[in-house]
């Protein structure tokens, strides 16, 4: 079937022509709060999504002094949390990173703790430095190293702290908090004993539940989001290894692999993915755009990535994000190391929305123009 | 588990005093696009929501002879479709009628029609008056008789129109449209043929999908959506009745029902759900709260309303809405008739993103107390 | 890929020769409870399946007498159930009428009950004939009008019995006993209290489910099986014929419908599934096969069924199986009156464990030559 | 609900006593291929299963001198495979380890190959020793290494060999033959080049779905049987001792996994499910008995099992069996070392027809009396 070219000239779009007497309409029909559909049907009627956000970087050289500023301006009991967050210059009003999704960075220092809350938004971390860091997700104690991936899901309890014993510790947090006010859905809750006191085994949960293609035979869990709580680098990282040994990689990717929920095979929380792709040394993929919003963390290596044109160098902990809808592309600079890029994203809810679309760059070989460099 | 109280001045909420030093901080951070989360944590995680809407109601007499008056001013042709739509005084910016949901009033004259085209949001119609209408979706041709319920799925190619001997026709339409653009996720098409030229049986869906509790046993269906794609008047309010007999009701809706895809018991679409509902003489319902967004058409008989306190009286064909998280109780007036009411939701929503949550009203007998009347 | 012939004499059959050496090993292997595979292998992996049961019908006007007999001879307290059971010669051995399925008629004379009892085979009921008869299912009290299908599922409690003012009922039971011992799954217990004692209306479950495209929105349901329990003769016939309007019908069952669970669209019960199907006057099927067993009843109508090259001449309340893998066809003989067949099969376990499998007969236009008649 | 005595002389039992009248009766009815049901009805509706199976085992050392004796009587190209069957002695007509479950022992020496064919009934294998062994299923090829578990579902391709510079390699295989064949469902077809010819590299399934909490984002698969076709030893036998760490253990049961579907949570294939189990030392469980057939492989160390009141001891690669709802407990004899038992089950089928049942012994502390030793 032949697609017909995106003007609004034509049939099938709003084509009225203003005059007096409509505009007398318009204002008639203003005080009975209604409005005429043609007047705004080709806004709100797109052809395709125009991105609310911008591709943006924060380079971890830049943030690292002033997020280690704040530990000496404020305690994570008066804070509530200590997190720096990424401001898109596009999404002030939600104090969004990209999109919907929320991201910030925390720091939390030796013998420190903040309290126990819950809230309807869920929330992920990917730690970045230090030692001695946990946190207990509705009972669960988990422990926080370096490139570990962990959830807490809407409704769990959390908390957070770090050892006496234990060093300075920084991990970037995910959460969809903006989404969750947008649908006017999100609660607060302190926990009433300000902490879980939680005696259950540090890390039974990926003790328990991170065995592969293996589960406890008998074991109930009755939550929607998965069980096994936290993802360990070693494994993820090994896993993305042998995955690359007998794959060519996708086009756009490389290889990438996500993070799931053993018991359903399906994303672990509700409304958020996340994600870990290695690119080969070398490896530059191909363009493609797609609805949904993502967030991504250098968690190993340097290159760059093409996002609408516009070329951003990236290396180690810096974060950057590519809205939807947007032509990116993905470039691994060195000939001998690989590249790791963790990412989160907002999938879920474009898979149960049915709203999830995918288009590859057919032009120039698959590589986009590009018009500037970040 | 005891509950603190939802206090922003305690441990677990942020308690930052401002001084001079965190200002010049704050400024420092903004310079690399991120900010403290503390300075809006307490914003941003609300203790619960707070309506993003107005409830409203837009009666059927006032808006009756400006709906009528678009027949002379435009043609469907020039419009893309003739629709008024209803404009919530607090979602001017999005087009909404409540939340993420628009709705507006569609009207034709007969040998009018509507040329086809398809979206990335979802839409139902709940027919009001006329004679002859039909709409095609994906070449599914469907008569539209007074109350009856259709949907228009995501993608679904649809057009509408009134056969030559018909008479002028009127429907309310329900869309994601809001949503789908909060989401960054719309797209339209035109139909490259402009109509559809279907030549199916007419009303071939409800023939074949409508049937209680029988499904055909060898057709084969790959879409997310309901095969039935109409729910006739007249055996949704036997339903109704059958329904009334045996059950006591629910306390918050008396009678209510769920439209369904029959092939899963679910939604009949991605996003959007829709309910029928019957007070029976005198009935007057508890209060109770929820999330999601209830857009609510009387489609029988009349009774008044209390959302947050205002008393909303209504009759058929009136329209009004209940944004998320505001008590609302419903009652039928009159001592000897039932009363109806349609309504859509974002339900399906709610429920995928495990944000759907529900508060009975506890005092007063569950009863509000009246404040004003709309 | 070209598919080899079906011949045991070649490569990837078992085609060892015997000889003395070999008889000495396998007396040595039998004396460890072992044996060898090569000596059974082409046997317990055949070609294709070769049925277990006789292609049968047994016909009302034979069984009527002797099952009104039964009246007489035996009481249902004393029986449990006074049924007479359909026993196919090949399946004595396990009391089935088809592969692992059993049927029977029940008969009951007004004021008679049989008191309640639950097990893990499940049960379903097509009624024949009769006034005031009732079945009671966990509770739920439901009539049962000629040409009735209901369900009491697995672990249910049940028990049936005839109004005082009713008259003499016939019906036909289903049910998968012979399964449920041969998986060594069968409980039975009987009812502390003799009889449920149940005051629920009659028909609520119809009543709350049975309404197309709709389901009560609040109502809580954790079973298993289907919560609409009984679906009535007058809205399956509409359904058909509904059906039929808008279908050319399938080749091999003309207008076949299945009878559904209505919150999930699939079988009403875990193991046994149903269907109603419409032969058009004058209609005559294409033959085909598949795997799984199917106990028909004639509802409706006269017509012949050609099982396995036999026919098979039906009228009204006859019943005949047909097993697996055996090409079968069906034609109604009216030139004006449609004929409808209700059947009962085991396909949900031939779904569920991946069993199932169809097959058209290609030669001949689809249909088989008759060698005999039954 | 007070519970009655399972006693046949009771309300809900059959009671007819016997008479010239009835005999007379019966004989007509067998005429008519019918009966009454109340003259089988107790037995055909037992209160409980009793075992069609004897619990019985298989020790390694008597069956391995008869094992390898085969390598010499008969090739894999003659025998199709060469297998030594483990037959129970109530199950010889259908060739059955216990239930409807085939078992075997299958041997082959270096350079030799089994031809590729496939069958509905699903196959899955546990290594026992050997260097060199390898299996290819549907396209991947699979090294077999002493411990690991390998699946080969209903319906897909597969062949068996050692490489030329590999050992003598042995391995049990477990079959769902005897359900396919009760079911009449099998169907066979051997490969039409003989063998697969697949390129594909080597454990390129495991490489691709073996990482913990983690799947290709981008892989398609649309089989319903894992993509996960191997699982290894060393990551299982880990996994049991991680759980270990965390858990108290079942007190039937011990540490007990079961081996999943990563894209579902669920059994690797539709009809078998299979579990590894770690008894600590010194550890002996309480005994309990639920429906579902069960055969035991044991993977390390040494102890007993209790079953049905009789004592089998057991060492490595022992073989044992525990038919339905019959009482059965474990122990590891060891005060130093842990023993493993792997075990493969019919209790997908349990759970998909919902004849899934179980219960604890509640008498003695819950263990049996033991009244003999095997």
Redesign the interface.
């Known amino acids: 079937?032949?697609?017909?070219d995106q003007s609004d000239d034509?049939?099938?779009?709003?084509?009225?022509r203003d005059n007096a007497?409509?505009q007398a309409?318009y204002e008639?029909?203003?005080k009975?709060?209604?409005?005429?559909?043609?007047t705004?049907?080709n806004d709100?009627?797109?052809?395709?999504?125009?991105?609310?956000s911008d591709a943006?970087i924060?380079r971890h050289k830049?943030?690292r002094p002033?997020i280690l500023?704040?530990l000496d301006?404020?305690s994570p009991?008066?804070?509530?949390?200590?997190?720096?967050?990424?401001?898109?210059?596009k999404r002030h009003e939600?104090?969004a990173a990209c999109?919907?999704l929320?991201s910030?960075i925390q720091v939390m220092r030796p013998g420190e703790s903040a309290?126990?809350?819950n809230?309807?938004?869920s929330a992920l971390r990917f730690i970045m430095e230090g030692a001695g860091a946990y946190t207990v997700v509705d009972g669960h104690r988990l422990s926080l190293g370096a490139r570990d991936f962990v959830i807490t899901p809407?409704?769990a309890w959390h908390e957070h702290g770090v050892a006496e014993d234990g060093a300075v510790s920084m991990w970037q947090d995910g959460l969809d908090?903006?989404l969750?006010?947008?649908?006017?859905?999100?609660?607060?809750?302190?926990?009433?004993d300000?902490y879980q006191n939680s005696n259950?085994?540090m890390?039974?949960s990926?003790?328990?539940?991170?065995?592969?293609?293996?589960?406890?035979?008998?074991e109930s869990w009755g939550a929607?989001y998965?069980p096994?709580m936290k993802?360990g680098w070693d494994?993820?990282y090994?896993?993305?290894q042998?995955?690359a040994?007998?794959?060519d990689g996708?086009p756009f990717?490389g290889i990438?692999?996500?993070?799931?929920?053993?018991?359903?095979?399906g994303h672990?929380m509700?409304?958020m993915g996340a994600?870990?792709?290695m690119l080969r040394p070398g490896e530059h993929t191909k363009a493609h755009r797609h609805?949904g919003?993502v967030i991504y963390h250098v968690a190993k290596g340097a290159g760059h990535s093409v996002i609408g044109g516009v070329r951003f160098d990236w290396r180690e902990k810096d974060i950057f994000c590519v809205?939807?809808?947007i032509w990116h592309e993905h470039a691994n600079e060195s000939a001998s190391e690989d590249a790791c890029l963790f990412s989160f994203n907002d999938f879920?809810?474009?898979e149960?929305?049915?709203?999830y679309?995918e288009q590859a760059y057919a032009e120039n070989g698959g590589h986009q123009q590009i018009t500037s460099t970040a």
Chains 1, 2, 3, 4 share one sequence.
């Not at 079937?1 to 017909?4: E, L, R, S, V, Y």
């Not at 969750?180 to 926990?191: G, K, Q, R």
């Not at 990438?256 to 095979?265: A, C, D, E, K, S």
């Open positions: 079937m032949a697609t017909k034509q049939l099938g779009r709003a084509r009225v007497e409509l309409y008639e029909l203003a009975h709060d209604t409005a005429a559909l043609w705004v049907a709100i009627e797109p052809w395709h999504p125009t991105p609310a943006i924060w830049d943030l002033h500023a704040a301006l404020v009991e008066a804070a509530g949390r200590r997190v720096i967050y990424l401001r898109n210059p939600v104090s999109g919907w929320f910030g309290p126990a809350h809230h309807a938004a809407n409704g908090i903006p969750t006010n947008a649908l006017e859905a999100n609660f607060y809750e302190v926990h009433p300000d259950t085994p890390d039974a990926p003790a328990t539940y991170g065995a592969p293609g293996l589960l406890p035979a008998k929607h998965s096994l993802y494994q993820t090994e896993g993305l042998n995955y040994r007998v794959s996708d990717d990438i692999m996500r993070f799931t929920n053993p018991l359903t095979g672990p509700a409304t994600q870990i792709q609805t919003n809205p939807p809808w879920p809810v474009m149960k929305l049915h709203f679309r």
